[in-house]
């Protein structure tokens, strides 16, 4: 009598322990990532993969000297060119990682990120 019991129970404990799994699995599976997890995967994402402003800045500033010099034959020309490249490099950088935050966004919204 005892051992039919504990076998009974045994068996429900199985079959509920297994319902809880398979329901853990659906809703996983079927769960989106809300509006504030998206955005500090974005964030996290685009601060990853974008680059430092400053080394878009410098990089702009080298390329910028370089076109100076080339245009023109004074140094005043050549510290133009870097000032100029600079803002651009800077700009550009600050750019990219906007676009890269909002289509990470976008990605993470639309359920296409693997979490």
Known sequence: MFNK?????????CIVSALILV?????????KPSPS???AY???????YSGSMLGG????AAG???FGAIIGDSSK????GAAFGAVAGGVKRGVNR????RRAYDDCMAGRVQW
């Open 5 to 13: 019991s504990i076998n009974r129970l045994v068996n429900l404990l």
């Open 64 to 66: 910028g000297a370089i």
């Open 98 to 101: 906007n676009e890269l935050r």
């Open 23 to 31: 329901a853990q699995a659906t809703f996983a599976q079927n769960a």
């Open 57 to 60: 800045a410098a990089k702009g």
């Open 37 to 39: 997890d998206c955005d």
């Open 42 to 48: 974005a964030r996290n994402y685009a601060e990853r």
């Open 77 to 80: 020309t050549t510290k133009r």
